[in-house]
């Protein structure tokens, strides 16, 4: 299975809206599962992880966000911002790391604090902003 990007800053921003501090997300489908395993080995969100006799994750109760997870929910917020880091980095066919992409969001978001007009996008090579 392939890291999905998408449904993980989704789980994080579900799990952020979910107001109930002592209640446990619970997660019966395999696929989510996997992408609930990568985030807690990304140290994005404590939870316990099910797996089935092959191993592999087939369920998971998720218990909150790590200080990494809000860091990164934080940096991909923005929806606008979001969707230039899925077109520039996490393209198809793109190499790139999960550290890259949250450095990207990072940098792209202080700009926009500190005003400066220019991406970081119009420094990776073979991308015209």
């Given at each position: 299975m392939k890291r999905d990007m998408e449904m993980?800053?989704?789980?994080l921003i579900d799990m952020e809206a979910h107001d109930k501090v002592?209640?446990?997300?619970?997660i019966a489908d395999?696929?989510?599962?996997?992408?609930?395993?990568l985030m807690k080995e990304a140290g994005l969100i404590d939870a316990v992880i099910i797996q089935n006799q092959m191993g592999l994750p087939s369920q998971a109760a998720l218990m909150g966000?790590?200080?990494a997870?809000?860091?990164f929910l934080d940096a991909s917020r923005d929806s606008t911002l979001w969707k230039k880091a899925v077109e520039h980095i996490i393209k198809p066919g793109a190499s790139w790391s999960f550290s890259i992409l949250v450095e990207?969001?990072?940098?792209?978001?202080?700009r926009?604090?500190?005003?400066?007009?220019?991406?970081?996008?119009d420094s990776i090579p073979g991308?015209?902003?």
């Open positions: 993980i800053r989704q789980i002592d209640d446990v997300l619970r395999a696929y989510v599962a996997y992408q609930v395993s966000i790590t200080w997870g809000h860091d990207w969001l990072k940098q792209e978001a202080r926009r604090l500190l005003g400066v007009q220019t991406s970081s996008c991308n015209i902003v």
